[in-house]
């Protein structure tokens, strides 16, 4: 066979494992999207239990936001060093018992430092598993691998969003966090027995027992066991990494691009999914409608982020990308034009979290794209640490500018003209089609 890991890996077809392991990585999207969404489901409850101020409670809903990017930043880099797998599993813990203690928060100070604690696991999760998905997948279905596992945000958040509607109408907010707490412990059981080391990190980093563990792995992809560890292609490139990497001569422009993408993109994304219950349900919907608004986002995102990931299979993803882009800026220029009418909410509801899903499974196809082996879990992370601190910003802006008398339709055109902005650097990048690299 040849010594050639990573090329045969992709040009050979995907093999049942391959695709259990993009499903494990699915399964850990699903407690990003719950976590966030958990914030954005209880905020009227928590909101009326503590008497916050808009502001307020854009802070609580920007908590688990600066976590998420102080992992994203700080904890995935170990990936590269100690491994994808070792990183998640101690992820897992720490946001499973931060969700578990969140529920028991006296105070908003409290349940803050705790929803901080929380995004600091959710953010080292994201970074490998993305990278998983991504490395396990052959060349022709690796944006549809990806884009596949990012709907775990979806079903996690629609999902966990309904069964959120139900605790809080018969057990209150605190049993939504208890929920996802434990919901995330169980996740870690089961990446325990089914989450694979990534192969590129054993073949590159070379740690204790990596032939033997690179030989298991082959076996279940179907491949002949090897001898010998290939030689690496270069020491110099294994030897260099960090995040300085990033800015050398052959990543520079890349980087910036995905950096700038990804702020965009969650600046106005996170203002979509953190706000558009609440603010809907001030437009004139109940608060159960204006939930289950959130809801049909999460649900419109499962099949956004499919369709674009079929789309990247024949298309250039970045060209794919900004079109779905343009498409998000537009819908949300009309929803709350639209709101007078239940039918044509929930409609439009429906489509935006199509598309604006669309637009964050993209990001995370392309990051992986333009990063080698030996620095990948480090550019994955600080893409998106970069576009968790737009996701901070977001909700804090957006409570500031309601305290100051914006009106819900004034915020939708606002960030609506982000993703026209977004748009415009996506398009920037030169990444070719599937078909033409093959």
């Known amino acids: 066979m040849s010594q050639d890991l990573r090329t045969e890996i992709d040009q050979r077809p995907m093999t049942v494992f391959q695709w259990s392991v993009v499903g494990v990585c699915m399964a850990l999207n699903m407690i990003d999207g719950f976590d966030v969404l958990v914030m954005a489901f209880t905020a009227s409850a928590v909101s009326a239990h503590w008497k916050l101020s808009g502001s307020e409670l854009g802070f609580l809903l920007s908590a688990g936001l600066f976590g998420m990017a102080a992992g994203s930043l700080l904890l995935a880099p170990w990936a590269d060093k100690l491994g994808r797998r070792p990183l998640i599993l101690a992820c897992l813990a720490i946001s499973g018992l931060g969700m578990i203690a969140s529920a028991w928060s006296q105070t908003p100070a409290q349940l803050g430092v705790l929803r901080a604690v929380t995004g ?14 991504s490395e396990y997948a052959s060349l022709r279905w690796r944006s549809l691998a990806v884009t596949l596992q990012s709907t775990g945000y979806a079903l996690g958040a629609s999902i966990g969003g309904s069964i959120a509607v139900w605790l809080l109408g018969h057990q209150g907010w605190r049993s939504v966090f208890m929920f996802g ?76 691009l995905v950096w700038l993408s990804f702020f965009i993109v969650m600046f106005g994304f996170y203002f979509v999914m953190s706000w558009t219950p609440k603010l809907l349900a001030a437009t004139g919907l109940t608060a159960e409608q ?10 419109g995102g499962i099949l956004g982020a499919m369709v674009l990931g079929l789309l990247a299979s024949r298309f250039a993803i970045h060209k794919a990308l900004a079109v779905f882009m343009l498409i998000t800026a537009a819908l949300l220029c009309v929803l ?39 620095v990948r ?39 609506g003209v982000a993703f026209v902005l977004a748009a415009v650097v996506v398009s920037l990048h030169r990444i ?3 078909t033409s690299r093959a």
């Open 120 to 133: 600091l696991g959710v953010g080292g999760i994201l970074a490998c598993s993305n990278v998983i998905a």
């Open 181 to 256: 707490g434990v919901c995330t412990l169980v996740v870690m059981v089961v990446c325990w027995f089914a989450l694979p080391e990534s192969l590129d990190f054993l073949q590159g980093r070379r740690p204790k027992s990596a032939l033997s563990r690179l030989n298991v792995l082959l076996r279940r992809l179907g491949m002949d066991p090897l001898k010998s560890l290939p030689e690496p292609k270069s020491q110099a490139a294994a030897a260099k990494r960090g995040p300085l990497q990033l800015f050398s001569a052959d990543l520079r422009r890349p980087t910036v």
């Open 290 to 299: 204006g939930v289950t608004t959130g809801v049909l986002l999460s649900l």
């Open 336 to 374: 709350v034009a639209g709101s007078k009418q239940l039918w044509m909410s929930y409609s439009l509801a429906f489509c935006i979290g199509m598309f604006s899903n669309g637009c964050v499974a993209g990001l995370y196809a392309i990051a992986p794209m333009v990063y080698g082996s030996d």
């Open 377 to 415: 879990a480090t550019g994955v992370g600080w893409g998106i640490g970069i576009g968790r601190i737009g996701a901070i910003v977001s909700p804090l802006v957006a409570g500031s500018l309601l305290d100051a008398a914006w009106s819900p339709s004034q915020l939708y055109v606002g960030y």
């Open 432 to 434: 070719a089609s599937p």
